[in-house]
């Protein structure tokens, strides 16, 4: 073991002498990271430079370990990975009030000397893409006995990893933009850095989707794993379901701003053949059970996930990202309410006879607003009656019920939380850009989230339970397939599959919805709105208005929902829209794609910044 972190330091000292790129510095001796965990046999002495791969390779436990550190480096995380912040706080879904990383994102402060958390992606990305390549190097290399690993298990991990390393190249372009396709382990004397250069977004998509077709043409992965203890192993459906993403992304606008059809062939393919294979094994779940895909044990066999984090009851969504339920009744909750639900998303949850509630914002501040017929929001009306059953799930709103938190007497009523202004706790906010602790602690939108949490979330321990960030899930495919289709102007198809996601939530076909006319325009409108509602709150509201090429439409300006009450709890309460008084400047091309830190640039000059950042 001496040897080795001896090893480890020599080649440390040598990559920072040679101040090679931040690959190198990750890159050169990672190899002997991997093996730490199994230490090798003091007595077995071998020099420092000197150190052979068969002293890794040759027991069980080393070899497993070069497959397992594939996954270390997926985001099990809700947040942005570096500040802590739900990644919708960037996006036009959720706020988040006081001064800190989101305030100065939305002010435009986003570049390459700050990078937020594009740093964080980048750095994290590329070591799971080496990890990967380093496994498909060595793992057939094993010097194991074949009674301890056959090789069709070596050959169903190799699978694995493929998939690992197109999900990490995904993950790369779809922040980044398109970069090299790297399949090999670079040396740690490789000098070619400069000479690496950006393929077109349709050359590395593609590229992710034949190693998606390569794993799913080996055929050695199932559809699902059948025990708990595989629930976040790579499986095959998530190979079909990446390569789903993967070709939607390509084909969207800001990829394809020609609108090349056969783009969109190939992204509609994808989703249908991903359905028509995975079908058999998995299904979605019934509205009644639909709190379950957030709030259950990770390790829950499920119809409809596809595959998620290996984090169970973990503090990623945390007493700073929601209500406190142990403080309801006392002056103010202990902490803070972090990224709370705009007044914008809730407009997105149907009325219950499949109608929008708001038909358009008259002003640019979205506090004039026309309305549906048969919705309202004059004094004594309750305007969360009658809606779409996912909004109870998605987000707290005024007189939410939320049920019994861990600690609670079994006795006790359920818990009621109530938003209106003066309400002790959790009441409504007008302070956004406040630093003072009070005020970060109440929303100021008038609402909370609620998705991935449940009351037995909070009590005496609080972020402890149940907690699993969803990587795949049945319901998104269903919803690319919908979108390809209507973008090919197959609006039959589209409509067939955007009403399965539909009819799982108990709402109308949507040829039934007030207002419908069959075409493209219309569908496509209603399409979106769909994917925001029954995906908000799992990442891909800040991406779709990136491939869209809808930031500057829709980042602009948030809003909230100011409510008072006449007779406390009993109401009647009356309700003001009002515009979330805070910066929102982040809207031009250059936020569209994340950049390069600047010594990232310079070291890769063959490749450079995106062309926003250029």
């Known amino acids: 073991m001496v040897e ?63 497959r397992n550190n594939c996954y270390n480096n997926l985001n099990s995380s809700f947040t942005d990975q570096s500040s802590g912040q739900l990644l919708e706080a960037f996006s036009d879904d959720a706020f988040r009030a006081g001064t800190g990383p989101t305030f100065d994102w939305h002010n435009a402060q986003l570049s390459p000397s700050r990078d937020f958390f594009a740093g964080t992606i980048w750095n994290q990305c590329w070591e799971g893409i080496r990890k990967c390549n380093l496994a498909l190097l060595y793992l057939p290399q094993s010097k194991v006995s074949k009674d301890q690993i056959t090789d069709n298990e070596l050959a169903i991990w190799m699978s694995e990893v493929k998939g690992l390393r197109a999900w990490y190249h995904f993950m790369l372009i779809k922040n980044f933009g398109p970069v090299p396709f790297v399949d090999e382990p670079f040396n740690p004397d490789f000098a070619g850095w400069s000479e690496l250069t950006r393929p077109t977004y349709d050359e590395i998509a593609s590229r992710i989707a034949d190693e998606c077709d390569e794993v799913i043409a080996d055929g050695l992965l199932p559809l699902r794993w059948q025990t708990n203890t595989d629930y976040d192993r790579m499986n095959l459906a998530a190979v079909y379901a990446l390569k789903s993403r993967v070709l939607l992304y390509n084909a969207s606008e800001l990829n394809n701003p020609n609108s090349d059809q056969a783009k969109w062939q190939r992204a509609a393919t994808a989703s249908q053949q991903c359905l028509d294979v995975i079908g058999s094994e998995y299904s979605l779940i019934s509205i009644e059970s639909y709190d379950n895909l957030f709030n259950e044990s990770a390790n829950v066999l499920n119809s409809e996930i596809i595959l998620r984090s290996r984090d169970n009851g973990s503090p990623i969504m945390n007493n700073a990202n929601g209500v406190d339920l142990r403080d309801l009744g006392s002056a103010i909750q202990n902490s803070n309410c972090g990224a709370v639900p705009t007044q ?67 006795a006790s009523p359920e818990l009621v939380i109530y938003t209106y202004e003066g309400k002790p706790g959790t009441g409504f906010n007008s302070n956004p ?17 609620r998705k991935f949490r449940s009351a037995s979330y909070w009590g005496s321990t609080a972020g402890g339970t149940n907690a699993h960030k969803i990587y795949f899930r049945l319901a998104e495919v269903y919803l690319n397939l919908a979108e390809a289709y209507c973008e090919l102007e197959q609006l039959d198809d589209a409509i067939t599959a955007l009403n399965v996601v539909r009819e799982r939530a108990g709402q109308p076909q949507i040829s039934d919805v007030p207002g419908f006319v069959k075409t493209k325009d219309f569908l496509m409108q209603r399409i979106r709105n769909e994917r925001r509602v029954e995906l908000c709150f799992e990442g891909h509201r800040f991406y779709d208005q990136r491939r869209w090429n809808i930031l500057n439409q829709t980042n602009g300006v948030v809003s909230g929902m100011k409510i008072t009450s006449a007779g406390g709890d009993a109401g009647p309460f009356s309700y003001e829209r009002v515009k979330i008084e805070t910066v929102r400047n982040a809207v031009s091309d250059k936020y569209l794609v994340l950049p390069l830190s600047e010594q ?8 450079g910044q995106p062309a926003a950042w250029q």
């Open 600 to 607: 990232e640039a310079r070291r890769l000059d063959g490749m």
């Open 4 to 66: 080795m972190y001896e090893a480890f330091n020599q080649a440390l000292k040598l990559e920072k002498m040679k101040k090679r790129n931040i690959f190198q510095l990750k890159l050169g001796f990672i190899l002997l990271l991997l093996s730490l965990n199994a230490c090798v046999d003091v007595l077995d002495v071998v020099p420092s430079d000197k150190l052979s791969i068969d002293r890794l390779l040759n027991k069980q436990a080393q070899v497993l370990n070069f």
């Open 433 to 449: 850009n406040s630093q003072e602790e009070s005020d970060k602690r109440r929303s100021t939108t008038g609402y909370y989230g």
């Open 344 to 410: 914008e998303l809730v407009d997105c949850f149907e009325l219950s006879d499949g109608a929008l509630p708001v038909v358009a914002y008259n002003n640019a501040d979205h506090v004039n607003v026309s309305f549906s017929d048969g919705y309202s929001e004059d004094p004594g009306d309750n305007i969360y009656e009658g809606r779409d059953k996912r909004l109870e799930s998605a987000i707290v709103f005024n007189g939410s019920a939320y049920g019994k938190y861990k600690g609670q007497p079994a």
